[in-house]
């Protein structure tokens, strides 16, 4: 079947309309996103497909309807939970991290938690300390929890599927500045499954690991990179959790060189955890240390210069793939 | 609720109704020109106006002594300028510059002014209630009799640490007015289409705590309402609620299309209800003052804003240093 281009926005749109109708258990509900369509229209039009028992908005309530959305999984009904802003999810850890991670453990397994929270993260234009965050590695820190973080629609379709099939708990982190970016996707049905990295970009010699936003500024670094002759392999991981060490593993073995990117702050981040695996791992494969280009370790300034200043830019990511290159390791004198 | 026909007489004095007048007018011209500043650019991010409202915020702090505390939501500039939060250092700050309250890294939604005892400015709804209660806490706990006002909306109200904090506020006596600004709408959903029970207020009274609705479009019930809860608070009889039903004119923030009400609505509002309408009438229809006398607080007002918005445009951007101030750890 034919591919189109859409926006991240309309492939979420397709994957909870194609599941909802595929699936009397999946459920939707949130703040505004019934009758509004949704603050990133995500939802738009499903209200009058699926009717108010389905697409349901809720009070401004993020803890409680967190729950609600984890008790109803609890009973094998398959909700997911819109929050406006990861930063608003804070209110809703408690049962996130207490009760949906641990419920199937706790059950010995008897139990399942098909929970699905969307919700979106990020900087983008100035909306200051509290709505800009990347929040990933908190739940990426919790046995439990499945975290996804599609960089494309593609991506974004495909993963959101899968969340509606399996089930576990899943953060489905989505990002304010990709809404309105396009790509290719076919028309048929198709999932991706959880844990398994893309290759973005196929290149020699550096690996540069990006997720979600920071995907498009590490093909933008590796398209100017490359008009030095250097030659980039961008890896998303898609999901961190399942981490698909595998392909990340084979790349760095290819290229020996690794760049990660995050757009969270530095300190106790992803790209943290995913370069002492590489190290463990691969150690003897690396020519260069692993270098982390990441958000500063500070809240988000309200300034547009200021965000700008504390999130990793292509400049940046360029910079940092540029020193990993001319970085070698000396040898030992024999 | 007087509506403005019948509103032409009051007991008040001239000098109180002209500072009604003036504190209000301050907080409309003030937003409509950061609505200006913010169709030109000047302005990113959210900004929410307080456009329609302004007659709670003049009235309560007509109640307030010095001490007194204050803590509201993203829609803070008027509970600023009302308090005497200086309009260039808002209007800086709505502009992300170094002149700013927060040095333009916090914004619209994050202010701070411990001179004033203003308190935030808080972007994630309904977290300003417990913050409230603890500063009322630590009033109490220091032996003085200060309030604190804490502001929050319709759909503030529905969030559960509201609930926990009525308890402990009442359960321990907390010097708090917990001040519901009911103005019908949470972005677009209206106060029947989030809860089945619509007297906000009343959900206090499962607590202990009593409190009442007020006409927030009218000062003056709005000042005798203040009165009435302070005086509880500061003889030590613990919480209060004032649920106050009025109104936003503009859309929930500068973003907002408002396909959720009719022209109509707002315009019925708006001629019927106007909170400083209402104080022009009731200075002009006796007498208390000419029309003369209010177009010279018009264009002193005028002034104000004007070089409030010179001085935002004006103040430099924040130095890129300034990622490394104010963060500690
Ligand atoms: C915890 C949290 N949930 C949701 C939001 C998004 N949000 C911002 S303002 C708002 C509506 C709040 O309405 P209300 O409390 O009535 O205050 P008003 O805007 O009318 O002053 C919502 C849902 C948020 N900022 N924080
Ligand atoms: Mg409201």
Redesign the pocket.
Known sequence: MADREIMYRDALREAIDEEMAANAQVFIIGEGIAERGGSYKVTEGLLAKYGKKRVRDTPIAEAGMIGVGVGAAIAGARPIVEILYVDFAMLGMEMIVNQAAKFRLMTGGTGRVPFIMRTQGGTGGGVAAQHSQSLEALFYHIPGLKVVMPSTPYDAKGLLKYALRQDDPVMFLEHKHLYMTKGMVPEGEYVIEFGKADIKREGSDVTLIAWSNMVPRAMAAAAELAKDGISVEVVDPRTLSPLDTGTILASVAKTKRVVIVQEAVRRGGVASDIASIIQEQAFYDLDAPITIVAGLNTPIPFNLELEKASVPQVPDVVAAVRKVLHHDIPMAAE | MAGKKEAAKSNVSREELLKYYREMLLIRRFEEKAGQLYGMGLIGGFCHLYIGQEAVVVGLEACTKEGDKRVTSYRDHGHMLACGMDANGVMAELTGREGGYSKGKGGSMHMFSRAKHFYGGHGIVGAQVPLGAGLAMADKYKGNDNVTFTYF???AANQGQVYETYNMAELWQLPVIFVI??????MGTSVKRSTKSTTLFGRGLAYGIPGEQVDGMDVLAVKAAGEKAVAHCRAGNGPYILEMMTYRYRGHSMSDPAKYRTREEVEKMKAEKDAIEHVRDLLLTPGLASEEDLKAIDREIKDVVNASAEFAKESPEPSVSELYTDIYA
């Open positions: 909306g319709d759909g600004e009911n103005n019908g709408y949470a």
